[in-house]
């Protein structure tokens, strides 16, 4: 089972403490209250409270692939990706959902050359900015 919608380290807890094999830290797509906590600034501390005991994820916000190693850096096992296929699969069928996972992936490559590192486990937070 994974717990999706958290924005606060001590609800992740809580969610393994209870059997929860992983976490989504997301908060809707920020829908539901303007002012409500990024993903991405609430990713670290989970990540942290989490300290690899389960899965992290995160879902909102990741748009393109520096998106993901960003989320990555920050504490991320993974990304959710949600929006982008559907804007490819909207504009272009199967045809457009490739082509949109093939810019992800090819942003993400330019993102990690341009951070310096060659595999995602050299991510970490000192290369990205607050």
């Known amino acids: 089972m994974i717990v999706k919608g958290l924005v ?3 609800d992740a807890v809580k969610s393994i403490d209870h ?3 992983g976490v989504v830290v997301s908060n809707h797509g920020g829908r539901q209250l303007d002012t409500a906590v990024s993903t991405a ?3 670290p501390a989970v990540a942290d409270a989490v300290g ?3 899965a992290v994820l995160v879902d909102g916000g990741i748009r393109r692939g520096a998106d993901v190693a960003k989320a990555l ?3 991320a096992d993974a990304v959710l990706i949600g929006r982008p296929p559907l804007w490819g699969l909207a504009q272009g069928g199967e045809e457009g959902v490739q082509h949109v996972l093939t810019l992800l992936q090819s942003e993400f490559d330019n993102a990690m050359a341009l951070l310096g590192v ?3 486990a050299d991510l970490s937070r000192d290369l990205i900015a607050d």
Do not use: E, N
Request: avoid cysteine.
């Open 118 to 120: 060659t595999h995602t």
């Open 8 to 10: 606060r380290a001590d």
């Open 19 to 21: 059997g929860a094999g």
């Open 52 to 54: 690899g005991r389960a």
């Open 41 to 43: 600034r609430a990713l």
């Open 73 to 75: 850096a920050l504490g």
